[in-house]
T-cell receptor, first 114, second 113 residues
Framework: NAGVTQTPKFRVLKTGQSMTLLCAQDMNHEYMYWYRQDPGMGLRLIHYSVGEGTTAKGEVPDGYNVSRLKKQNFLLGLESAAPSQTSVYFC?????????????FGPGTRLTVL | AQSVTQLGSHVSVSEGALVLLRCNYSSSVPPYLFWYVQYPNQGLQLLLKYTTGATLVKGINGFEAEFKKSETSFHLTKPSAHMSDAAEYFCAVSVRGNEKLTFGTGTRLTIIP
């Protein structure tokens, strides 16, 4: 049971390049989330999904797109990277809507945009 | 909409001293409150959570937090700090039926030998 995994762990992009971050979970969780973490700003929600085939915008969705074609995977895409997207990106998953459910986090992807 | 405020972005305590990390929340409906810990270069890990019932919540690694509705607070404490407690701590809030967590800006805890 690997939990939540993220690929890649590190990436350096040039402005204007595109990339996709992959999040995978093997816990059969319904809900999945993408956050970015920046110094002094905590975690901010980018997009999330409440089930296979669904996505919704979070707090800071601009410049990002997501897809949840399979229940276990949640992809985060940057179509044209900008230096402001330099950040650490975390994926999380959650079983469902029970008040007892917690979010499980992946180890993060450190992205630098030059 | 709900929010949390963590007072103090950096806290330093001596090994063996009391740890107190402050969190105040804002919510128009009964909140669910969480503390997460992040060790260097790792993801977040749940320390403890308050949903309903007993207002004093015990978590992992000797941490506990008390939900005080009158003070809109959910401060995190540990009686005796250990070097391994050095990490960043995040308070978060949610409400029933909301699939999203709202995080505070974090408090970095440093333990002085």
């Amino acid at each position: 049971n690997a939990g939540v995994t993220q690929t890649p762990k590190f990436r350096v992009l040039k402005t204007g390049q595109s990339m996709t971050l992959l999040c995978a979970q093997d816990m059969n969780h319904e809900y999945m989330y993408w956050y970015r973490q920046d110094p002094g700003m905590g975690l901010r929600l980018i997009h999330y999904s409440v089930g296979e085939g669904t996505t919704a915008k979070g707090e800071v969705p601009d410049g990002y797109n997501v897809s949840r074609l399979k229940k276990q995977n949640f992809l985060l895409g940057l179509e044209s990277a900008a230096p402001s997207q330099t950040s650490v990106y975390f994926c999380a998953s959650r079983l469902g809507t029970s008040i007892f459910d917690e979010q499980f986090f992946g180890p993060g992807t450190r992205l630098t945009v030059l | 909409a709900q929010s949390v405020t963590q007072l103090g972005s950096h806290v330093s305590v001596s090994e063996g001293a009391l740890v107190l990390l402050r969190c105040n929340y804002s919510s128009s409906v009964p909140p669910y409150l969480f503390w997460y810990v992040q060790y260097p270069n790792q993801g977040l890990q749940l320390l403890l959570k308050y949903t309903t019932g007993a207002t004093l919540v015990k978590g992992i690694n000797g941490f506990e937090a008390e939900f005080k509705k009158s003070e809109t607070s959910f401060h995190l404490t540990k009686p005796s700090a250990h070097m391994s407690d050095a990490a960043e701590y995040f308070c978060a809030v949610s409400v029933r039926g909301n699939e999203k967590l709202t995080f505070g800006t974090g408090t970095r805890l440093t333990i002085i030998p």
